[in-house]
Nanobody
Framework: QVQLVESGGGLVQAGGSLRLSCAAS????????MAWFRQAPEKEREFAAV????????SYADSVKGRFTISRDNAKNTVYLQMNSLKPEDTAVYYC?????????????????WGQGTQVTVSS
């Protein structure tokens, strides 16, 4: 069982930056692949970024590639999402998610554990 708590959301102007954090409970954080998803109003939840367990390989949605960076600190049981050059279309609730499975995809259904989400609003 993993409990996830996001923080760091807020209101920022277009072109600005935010860093989201996701603190995880448990002593086996390093064994989980961690991801960030986002959900805008009246839209489906979509994949943003992932960082794999052990090797820490990262992958990004095309919409955020080059602007967002996912990272993890296994000693602190925390995963981060650094968001730069923010755009109004990045406005959404951002969710942290985790899976212990070695088989996963960019679908939300692949991830078992979820945080409560943190709101990011980018003004134009």
């Amino acid at each position: 069982q993993v409990q996830l708590v996001e923080s760091g959301g807020g209101l920022v102007q277009a072109g600005g930056s935010l860093r989201l954090s996701c603190a995880a409970s448990g002593r086996t954080f390093s064994s989980y692949t961690m991801a960030w998803f986002r959900q805008a109003p009246e839209k489906e939840r979509e994949f943003a970024a992932v960082i794999t367990r052990i090797s820490g390989v990262t992958s990004y949605a095309d919409s955020v590639k080059g602007r967002f960076t996912i990272s993890r600190d296994n000693a602190k049981n925390t995963v981060y999402l650094q968001m730069n050059s923010l755009k109004p279309e990045d406005t959404a609730v951002y969710y942290c998610a985790a899976t212990g499975s070695t088989i996963w995809s960019r679908s939300p259904a692949s991830f078992v554990y979820w945080g409560q989400g943190t709101q990011v609003t980018v003004s134009s």
